[in-house]
């Protein structure tokens, strides 16, 4: 059961506009939500995060924002840049069945930033 | 200071053999965690160890084990290798705990033939 979920595979977004890249969540417990970006052959670094006890942070042309009713989160690039054409995943942070944290992550969505 | 490092970068392995990777963290980092990357599957959780000690651990079969040293270093063993356990494994290091201070490795990309 996939508690957290991006359920766009692929997204594709012309250089200078807005990106949002979505991700939905099941487990109303979850307290921490994470966005990482991964370049081919390289790992994920962490791009922005947000507590659940929040609905927006904002981080340069990166916002995260958070619909806890709905559990669904959204990061928005503006403007869209060519390097940002990435993996971007989605990660939550619960508590595992011993009580201790884990992150439980998306799948990912894979931005493509046209010239 | 140094990143986490990541060996080998590549291996190729034969279906039946056994695989050994490494993975050195942040100094001063006391936790490891292990993820297998499949296309379309994400990252997939392995085992988290803290302090010597697995804390974590993912849905994967016995096949897959790991372990920590006294210096925080951490190797992750695959036995009676499969095909679909071709992958990029990466390894992320953490100060303690699974919180947002997760640092990754840039992978070991493992291909089973």
């Known amino acids: 059961d996939q508690q957290v979920k991006q359920n766009s595979p692929s997204l594709s977004v012309q250089e200078g506009r807005i990106s949002i890249l979505n991700c939905d969540y099941t487990?109303?417990?979850?307290?921490?939500f994470l966005w990482y970006k991964k370049y081919p052959a390289e790992g994920p670094t962490f791009l922005i995060s947000?507590?659940?006890i929040k609905d927006k942070n904002e981080d340069g042309r990166f916002t995260v924002f958070l619909n806890k009713s709905a559990k669904h989160l959204s990061l928005h690039i503006v403007p869209s840049q060519p390097g940002d054409s990435a993996v971007y995943f989605c990660a939550a942070r619960g508590l595992s069945r011993d009580s201790n944290y884990q992150l439980i992550w998306g799948a990912g969505t894979k931005l493509i930033i046209k010239p | 200071k140094a990143g986490v490092t990541q060996t080998p970068r590549y291996l190729i392995k034969t279906r039946g053999q056994q695989v050994t990777l490494s993975c050195s963290p942040i100094s001063g980092h006391r936790s490891v965690s292990w993820y297998q990357q499949t296309p379309g599957q994400g990252l997939q959780f392995l085992f988290e160890y803290f302090s010597e000690t697995q804390r974590n651990k993912g849905n994967f079969p016995g096949r897959f084990s790991g372990r920590q040293f006294s210096n925080s270093r951490s190797e992750m063993n695959v036995s009676t290798l499969e095909l679909g356990d071709s992958a990029l494994y990466l390894c992320a290091s953490s100060p303690g705990g699974a919180n947002y201070g997760y640092t990754f490795g840039s992978g070991t990309r493992l291909t089973v033939v």
């Open positions: 487990n109303s417990m979850f307290d921490y």
């Open positions: 947000i507590s659940s």
